[in-house]
Structures are given as C-alpha cells and as structure tokens.
C-alpha cells in the first residue's frame, strides 16, 4: 500500500482502498477469522481524475516495473462491504441444491455466487469490473443442506 500513494501526483489523491473479505479457518483446533485480500493485484485510488496518476516504478532490485492504472468505480464491492472495505461472512443453506444466504453482505444476492467450496467456507462471486466480469472469493459458511 506504501508503494501506491507514489503513484499519484502529489497531493491530488484522496482515497486508497483495497477490498479484503472474511473467511473462516481452522487451524490449532479451532475455528478463526481471517482477512484475505479480494482482489490481488488491484489497489482503487480515489482522487482528482485518472490524467493525474503516474505510470511506472521500480522493483526492490532495481529492474523498472510497469504498473497499469485504470479508472473505475467498484460499485459492486462497496455494496457487500459492511465496513469501509471489508466483506463479511455470509451464511446460508442449501435448499434442493440452490443456494439461500440467510444473512451476511450476500443476502439477496444469490444471483452472484458461480461456486462454493463447503469445505473452505468460501463462495465464489462474479462482478462486473472495468467492462469484463472477474470472479471474486467472499467468505460463505454453509450450515444446512436441505434435500
């Protein structure tokens, strides 16, 4: 995240947000919440326009590195978010092999699950970003399944 704010001209950007999500994992013998990012590799830089970035960096060894900024609003996340750029975990059951999220950021957005690992406790989602879909991963425990 340092890294990003040299990106930006100075003084003109706003915002950094990377969007991170919940999932739960188990490991020591119980059950905890983990933060992992939702879409890696991508930073949102809210500021005065995209004609203001800078384009370039360098690696840690001194090899130049090209960075790609596009301008885009990521609608779609900052509605599941609950916290500033946190998704939470969903929770539903599965009901003649159809999803149903009983609560969470989810909830009413069936349409947007592709995949469930049961397992992992995770759900994989399609959103629509800078004109194409990208499949993003959101915590979902499953607690029931209904046949």
Not at 68 to 74: A, H, K, Q, R, S
Not at 77 to 97: F, R
Not at 102 to 115: A, F, N, Q, V, Y
Not at 123 to 143: D, F, M, S
Request: aromatic share 6%.
């Amino acid at each position: 995240m340092e890294k990003c704010t040299n990106l930006a001209a100075p003084g003109k950007m706003e915002k950094m947000v990377c969007f991170q999500y919940q999932r739960m994992i188990r490991y020591g013998g119980q059950w905890h919440v983990e933060n992992r990012t939702a879409l890696p590799g991508c930073v949102f830089l809210a500021g005065a326009g995209a004609a203001l970035l800078r384009r370039g960096g360098q690696k840690a060894d001194g090899t130049r590195q090209d960075i790609f900024l596009t301008p885009c609003d990521p609608p779609y996340l900052k509605e599941l978010c609950q916290d500033g750029a946190l998704i939470g975990i969903s929770k539903g059951i599965i009901k003649n092999g159809v999803p149903v999220v009983t609560s969470g950021p989810l909830r009413g957005r069936e349409g947007l699950i592709r995949r469930i690992d049961r397992h992992k406790r995770t759900a994989w989602i399609e959103i629509p970003l800078n004109g194409g879909k990208r499949q993003v991963t959101v915590g979902l425990e499953i607690y029931e399944k209904e046949i």
